[in-house]
């Protein structure tokens, strides 16, 4: 294990990134943990959020800390508002939905650390406003073990989805 020194970080102080409806900004990174998590707060308009995907390397937490989200993990669908916390680990299937009428904010941990090279190759790609080249976007997801497995873009539908179980 690496050893770091301690940090004080002040989120406005952090330049956010924009991707996909998103914005995140990366209060810890990899290189501040050595290796072991990144930590970053995730800003999702209204209805945004990313496609059906799995993480083959890390493992993520999110934690709702405002608004509601309709986080898709595995086969089930839960609806988590302000206070729910949802834990994916690497290999299962993920996304989620902003089911708010305003934007909506979660922390995440993602562990090991290094996915916001993930976010920050997706904000290039989409910086030229239209769809990413898709033989880009599968370079970059290789290089991360992302694997999407919907196209990208906002998921379908609106609303409270009709099954989804309340967390917190």
Known sequence: MTSTPGKII??????P????GEEGRFLL???????LYSFFEVTTAPGGGPP???HNAEDEAFYVIE??????LGEEEHEVSAGGLVYGPRGVPHKFRNISGSPSKLLVIATPGGVEGFFEGLSEL??????????????LAGRFHVEGLEP???PPGGGRPADARPVA
């Open 29 to 35: 990174r990899a290189e501040d943990t050595g290796g």
């Open 10 to 15: 002040r989120r406005d102080e952090v330049a």
């Open 67 to 72: 608004g509601r989200y309709a986080i898709w």
């Open 17 to 20: 990134v924009a991707w996909q």
């Open 52 to 54: 059906l995907h799995v």
């Open 126 to 139: 989409m910086a030229g406003g239209g769809p990413p080249d898709p033989a880009a976007m599968i370079e």
């Open 152 to 154: 990208v873009g906002p």
